[in-house]
């Protein structure tokens, strides 16, 4: 079965730093593009980031470019989220989500972000 387990949230002040992990099993993890999606409370999903299979590219929302760094170890089936300078509106649930030719079809549970002093 396929399972994306994401860790690393948590409360942070503003101006700080964290780093997300989503862990992915029961597929070939090498083969997808992987995205970061979140949502805020009250608020719809916004995409957030996005990388190669062989992390050649990557991608960002114009709200994060400049202080999030996406990155992924393909041995170790995990994909990574450094966030610097974070604010108060990155407050949201983050999810982690496989992308294959039909959409985002694999999705984890998902990990907290709170940013507040």
């Known amino acids: 079965q396929v399972q994306l387990v994401e860790s690393g949230g948590g409360l942070v002040q503003p101006g700080g730093s964290l780093r997300l992990s989503c862990v992915a099993s029961?597929?070939?993890?090498?083969?997808?593009?992987m995205n970061w999606v979140r949502q805020a409370p009250g608020k719809g999903l916004e995409w957030v980031s996005n990388i190669q299979s062989a992390s050649i590219s990557t991608y960002y929302s114009d709200s994060v470019k400049g202080r999030f760094t996406v990155s992924r170890d393909n041995a170790a089936n995990t994909l990574y989220l450094q966030m610097n300078g974070l604010k108060p509106e990155d407050t949201a649930v983050y999810y982690c989500a496989r992308e294959s030719l039909l959409g985002f079809d694999s999705w984890g549970q998902g990990t907290q972000v709170t940013v507040s002093s």
């Open positions: 029961g597929f070939t993890f090498s083969r997808y593009w």
